[in-house]
């Protein structure tokens, strides 16, 4: 695998956890607020980028869980 390969991987890999978690987080606030389940799905990437306010709000951190 080349190294252009493994960078888009990588790329592919952080768009998509940066995705589940704004729509985990969007679901469960939706569950405490009593709002449809479909309001979760909530996802507007323009031309496939990710927002950076969203990327820096729902990125990866380097906390972590215990």
Request: aromatic letters at 6%; a positive charge; zero cysteines.
């Amino acid at each position: 695998m080349s190294i252009a390969d493994k960078s888009r991987a990588l790329m592919v890999r952080e768009h998509q956890q940066v995705k589940n978690r704004q729509q985990s987080m969007l679901m469960r606030a939706a569950q405490e607020l009593g709002l449809p389940e479909e309001a979760s799905y909530y996802w507007n990437p323009i031309q496939g980028k990710v927002d950076a306010s969203a990327r820096m709000i729902y990125g990866s951190s380097h906390a972590s869980m215990s």
